[in-house]
Nanobody, 116 residues
Framework: QVQLVESGGGLVQPGGSLRLSCAAS????????MGWYRQAPGQQRELVAV???????NYADSVRDRFTISRDNAKNTVYLQMNSLKPEDTAVYYC??????????WGQGTQVTVSS
């Protein structure tokens, strides 16, 4: 099975940037749809960005033009570049992979806190 590990979270000031990484083991992700989700305290988990196996990307309206999802298939890693961060971006960010058979795999999450 696919195992996903997120990293790169931390504390940043408003307007700052972070790059999250999602490293995979147990399978190769090149053919998988990948996504980043986030969950703030007391809130439902929400979709942030997706990148399909053909490279097409989609973003939540709240992060469009600020966040960029990308993938490096050679490194079996998916990234989320987050710029112009706002306090409302504070959440635990999760990586998700969707397999050929539409089975979803989730990482454990990485905390992002945007605060001055």
């Amino acid at each position: 099975q696919v195992q996903l590990v997120e990293s790169g979270g931390g504390l940043v000031q408003p307007g700052g940037s972070l790059r999250l990484s999602c490293a995979a083991s147990g399978s190769i992700l090149s053919m998988y749809h990948m996504g980043w989700y986030r969950q703030a305290p007391g809130q439902q988990r929400e979709l942030v960005a997706v990148i399909l196996n053909g490279g097409r990307t989609n973003y939540a309206d709240s992060v469009r033009d600020r966040f960029t999802i990308s993938r490096d298939n050679a490194k079996n890693t998916v990234y989320l570049q987050m710029n112009s961060l706002k306090p409302e971006d504070t959440a635990v960010y999760y990586c998700k992979a969707r397999s050929f058979s539409s089975i979803d795999y989730w990482g454990q999450g990485t905390q992002v806190t945007v605060s001055s």
